[in-house]
Nanobody
Framework: QVQLVESGGGLVHPGGSLRLSCAASGIRFTVYAMGWYRQAPGKQRELVAS???????NYADSVKGRFTISRDNAKNTVSLQMNSLKPEDTAVYYCKASRYNYYWGQGTQVTVSS
């Protein structure tokens, strides 16, 4: 059974930082590309950042220079370090594992508000 479990969301003030983590089980983690997506109320889910099995990374323009994605193949985890958070970063953040098929986590809420 495949499971992706996100953690680390919460409420933070503008300019603050959060670190999201996603723990994967039931897949051969090292061969999967991993991604973080987000969905704000009334908006479509969008890609935030992704990392390939070879550690190549890709970021949405809106988060470049503020967010960093990384993976730990020994722990089957992917993380998203989020700095200089803005109110427009408020959303539910989802972890996704992709190869020939894909799997989603259940999401974690990030709220940026003063």
């Amino acid at each position: 059974q495949v499971q992706l479990v996100e953690s680390g969301g919460g409420l933070v003030h503008p300019g603050g930082s959060l670190r999201l983590s996603c723990a994967a089980s039931g897949i051969r983690f090292t061969v999967y590309a991993m991604g973080w997506y987000r969905q704000a109320p009334g908006k479509q889910r969008e890609l935030v950042a992704s990392i390939t099995s070879g550690n190549s990374t890709n970021y949405a323009d809106s988060v470049k220079g503020r967010f960093t994605i990384s993976r730990d193949n020994a722990k089957n985890t992917v993380s998203l370090q989020m700095n200089s958070l803005k109110p427009e970063d408020t959303a539910v953040y989802y972890c996704k594992a992709s190869r020939y098929n894909y799997y989603w986590g259940q999401g974690t809420q990030v709220t940026v508000s003063s």
